[in-house]
Nanobody, 125 residues
């Protein structure tokens, strides 16, 4: 599976962005997908995840009610809709695929098998 993330940019606090992650490979539709982020000087952290069917999602507490993860398996794409953005959301955002899908959600980076290249999100105050 190869992943290509896009949609990052510079936005003012309170604004919105939608990230996309396009996957190549047959296993995408049977993979759980996660979004992670990494701010300068900090460890990579889980933002959320979506099950392979798209019927179950998980969000870390800091983004609940503001971020929404969805997927379109027909388009091999997973989305991260980010609303009410805050300066503390500034980070490089990564999508990742968990092809083993042993349990859901997986919140630790080593559980994911494939990673996108990351897209920068900067939220100004």
């Amino acid at each position: 599976v190869q992943l290509q993330a896009s949609g990052g940019g510079l936005v003012q606090a309170g604004g919105s962005l939608r990230l996309s992650c396009v996957a190549s490979g047959r296993t995408f539709s049977r993979s759980a997908m996660g979004w992670f982020r990494q701010a300068p000087g900090k460890e990579r952290e889980s933002v959320g995840a979506v099950s392979w069917l798209g019927d179950t999602t998980y969000y870390t507490d800091s983004v609940k009610g503001r971020f929404t993860i969805s997927r379109d398996n027909a388009k091999n794409t997973v989305y991260l809709q980010m609303n009410s953005l805050k300066p503390e959301d500034t980070a490089v955002y990564y999508c990742a695929a968990d092809v083993d899908f042993l349990r859901f959600p997986q919140t630790l980076a080593p559980a994911y098998d494939y990673w996108g290249q990351g897209t920068q999100v900067t939220v100004s105050s």
